[in-house]
T-cell receptor
Framework: DSGVTQTPKHLITATGQRVTLRCSPRSGDLSVYWYQQSLDQGLQFLIQYYNGEERAKGNILERFSAQQFPDLHSELNLSSLELGDSALYFCASSLHDRDYEQYFGPGTRLTVT | GQQVMQIPQYQHVQEGEDFTTYCNSS?????IQWYKQRPGGHPVFLIQ?????EVKKQKRLTFQFGEAKKNSSLHITATQTTDVGTYFCAVRDTGANSKLTFGKGITLSVRP
């Protein structure tokens, strides 16, 4: 158990819908990262927050957005969902924004039908 | 950004055999990390290498960073069924953040 929690574990929704994935980092960690894992693209970095502020952006679609709240939990919002958005979404956390070791949560499996 | 490649994507070994996999880049890497993801699980950090020619060992696992810092290897001695999973290499950004760029990974299966 990494200490990072993600909810929900599974999510099934229809195309065009909007969902919110939630992540609670390890106690004391200030930095949160979101990754998408799909069969064809592998593990792709989406976005990083550090202490409430966006720190880095990767291959995140405009339909996707995220935020980190004052209590340091983070939410990833996915809207206008398409079949191709079906994937595992992982959240990871680290103590600071430049720590080399990231601790991954169990992931949320999103299925878009 | 820095890219890393892992080929092949799958490898099958007999329990007790040694296993080696490589992570390659066309450019010089500032660092390389290795992660393991068990089936149905999440990536777990194994190691980070930063120095040219660096070798680190964790029990039966040996990690090496190439002299030119363009490749890295993971060697498992006498594989066990507990070694099953996908092994990813990743490069950590050394700018103002720590985002990771992952290779596609190699999925190891071990025949008992």
């Amino acid at each position: 158990d990494s200490g990072v929690t993600q909810t929900p574990k599974h999510l099934i929704t229809a195309t065009g819908q909007r969902v919110t994935l939630r992540c609670s980092p390890r106690s004391g960690d200030l930095s949160v990262y979101w990754y998408q894992q799909s069969l064809d693209q592998g593990l792709q970095f989406l976005i990083q927050y550090y202490n409430g502020e966006e720190r880095a952006k990767g291959n995140i679609l405009e339909r996707f957005s995220a935020q980190q709240f004052p209590d340091l939990h983070s939410e990833l919002n996915l809207s206008s969902l398409e079949l191709g958005d079906s994937a595992l979404y992982f959240c990871a956390s680290s103590l600071h924004d430049r720590d080399y070791e990231q601790y991954f949560g169990p992931g949320t499996r999103l299925t878009v039908t | 950004g820095q890219q890393v490649m892992q080929i092949p994507q799958y490898q099958h070994v007999q329990e007790g055999e040694d296993f080696t996999t490589y992570c390659n880049s066309s450019t010089t890497l500032s660092n390389i990390q290795w992660y393991k993801q068990r089936p149905g699980g999440h990536p777990v950090f194994l190691i980070q290498l930063v120095k040219s020619g660096e070798v680190k060992k964790q029990k039966r696992l040996t990690f090496q960073f190439g002299e030119a810092k363009k490749n890295s290897s993971l060697h498992i001695t006498a594989t066990q069924t507990t070694d099953v999973g996908t092994y990813f290499c990743a490069v950590r950004d050394t700018g103002a953040n720590s985002k990771l760029t992952f290779g596609k990974g190699i999925t190891l299966s071990v025949r008992p």
